[in-house]
């Protein structure tokens, strides 16, 4: 069974400077997808950004990118200048690409993210 | 169309009560999801419909959970013989096309069970 484990409870940064959310996943498959979702406070949770596992080409969304390492089965979400809007829970997710797999998505237990004015 | 919606808000229930929660999910989208959420963790998966069609179910769900998408729009998702276990924050995501294009999660239904 795929697990995806978030070993950040919580963060904080700066305003404007970077941090980068730490997250690992466990599969034996070898296509699938993996997101990063966003829940500010009492707030509906939004998709921030997405990597399929067959393109080793890092995704970037304006100041949001992520570190895909496959082998390792590491995704981190990179944040680059930081804003205050930015504070929320970031979930990591995964879904299997396969069409005879399952259809549910798995998500981390999220890290909390601070920014400091 | 605002996004997807979830009636109610916040239910109190006394253990043992039934309650039924609503999820209106963006028109075109095919696709729902059902989650489960308590303080301090991510969605966990309930089940999954394809238009009107059931097509997973988390194995952890008891036989008290029970959803419905009768005509492929709405979806239900009742819990009978509610137990305090079962308060946490209910929520329903919906999307179109493939697994890697974005879902669009609801507010969420907060249950409290006394």
């Known amino acids: 069974a795929q697990t995806v484990t978030q070993s950040q409870p919580e963060m904080s940064v700066q305003e404007a400077e970077t941090v980068t959310l730490s997250c690992t996943y466990d599969t034996s498959e070898s296509d699938y997808y993996l997101f990063w979702y966003k829940q500010p406070p009492s707030r509906q949770m939004i998709l921030v950004i997405r990597?399929?596992?067959?393109?080793?080409q890092n995704a970037t969304e304006n100041r949001f990118s992520v570190n895909f390492q496959k082998a390792a089965k590491s995704f981190s979400l990179k944040i680059s200048d930081s804003q205050l809007g930015d504070a929320a829970m970031y979930f990591c997710a995964y879904r299997s690409a396969t069409t005879s797999g399952t259809y549910k998505y798995i998500f981390g237990t999220g890290t909390r993210l601070k920014v400091l004015a | 169309d605002t996004g997807v919606s979830q009636d109610p808000r916040h239910k109190i229930t006394k253990r043992g009560q039934n309650v039924t929660f609503r999820c209106d999910p963006i028109s075109e989208h095919n696709r729902l999801y059902w989650y489960r959420q308590t303080l301090g963790q991510g969605p966990e998966f309930l089940t999954y419909?394809?238009?009107?069609?059931?097509?997973?179910k988390s194995r952890l769900l008891s036989d008290r959970f029970s959803a419905e998408r009768p005509k492929g729009s709405f979806s239900t998702l009742e819990i009978q013989r509610t137990e305090q276990g079962d308060s946490a924050m209910y929520l329903c995501a919906s999307l179109v096309g493939g697994a890697y294009n974005e879902q669009f999660f609801g507010p969420g239904t907060r249950l409290t069970v006394l």
């Open positions: 990597q399929e596992a067959y393109k080793q």
């Open positions: 419909f394809q238009n009107e069609a059931q097509l997973e």
